[in-house]
């Protein structure tokens, strides 16, 4: 699949970026995996979100209220491994990564993995809460049952070389590691 300009809805990517965004929120608001999932998929083909952790961290809480933490993991790991070239962007899903393999998979073990790998590189704006979850992480490894890893190791950044063509190109201005626009609807998906 190639992305064709002339294919997007009312011709405009930041409009249709914008409104698949208003969607997913509303359905993100609702409770209702089903419309967040879709409208972020179309976000990220058709409206310039592959570039934000924004759509990233909505197809994680998709997956969340579906009852589905691996697939909200798997979620990030496309951001991680593909989509975003920025390291504290990247961090910061390493670290949501984390709070779903430690809360809703209780493997404190394996998130200590990504809350370690995080460590002194989480963006300003999460520090606080971020040095306070791996601090509980690091107590409750020790004492976790758990002997398999929940989840597969995180992907290494591989690049968008050779995606760029099958979404739609990046919009707007935005700086690596600033607080996403949609994280305070998100942030209950990613705290204890």
């Known amino acids: 699949m190639t992305f064709d300009p002339a294919k997007v809805p009312g011709g405009d990517v930041v409009a249709w970026g914008a409104q698949c965004r208003a969607k997913a929120l509303a359905g993100l608001h609702a409770g209702d995996w089903r419309p967040v999932y879709d409208w972020t998929k179309s976000w990220i083909g058709w409206g310039g979100g592959a570039w934000l952790p924004d759509t990233w961290l909505l197809y994680a809480a998709s997956a969340i209220l579906h009852g589905?933490?691996?697939?909200?993991?798997?979620?990030?790991?496309?951001?991680?491994?593909?989509?975003?070239?920025?390291?504290?962007?990247?961090?910061?899903?390493?670290?949501?990564?984390?709070?779903?393999?430690?809360?809703?998979?209780?493997?404190?073990?394996?998130?200590?993995?990504?809350?370690?790998?995080?460590?002194?590189?989480?963006?300003?704006?999460?520090?606080?809460?971020?040095?306070?979850?791996?601090?509980?992480?690091?107590?409750?490894?020790?004492?976790?049952?758990?002997?398999?890893?929940?989840?597969?190791?995180?992907?290494?950044?591989?690049?968008?070389?050779?995606?760029l063509h099958v979404v739609?190109?990046?919009?707007?201005q935005r700086r690596d590691g600033e607080q996403p626009e949609a994280w305070a609807q998100l942030e209950k998906y990613f705290m204890a």
């Open 68 to 163: 589905q933490p691996r697939t909200a993991v798997h979620s990030l790991d496309l951001g991680i491994g593909t989509w975003l070239a920025g390291d504290s962007d990247r961090t910061l899903l390493t670290w949501c990564r984390g709070t779903i393999v430690m809360d809703r998979l209780t493997d404190p073990k394996t998130a200590l993995i990504d809350f370690e790998d995080c460590d002194g590189a989480i963006p300003a704006w999460l520090r606080t809460q971020a040095d306070t979850r791996l601090e509980d992480c690091r107590v409750a490894a020790p004492r976790s049952r758990k002997r398999t890893p929940s989840v597969k190791p995180r992907p290494p950044f591989t690049g968008f070389d050779q995606m």
């Open 168 to 172: 739609a190109p990046p919009v707007g």
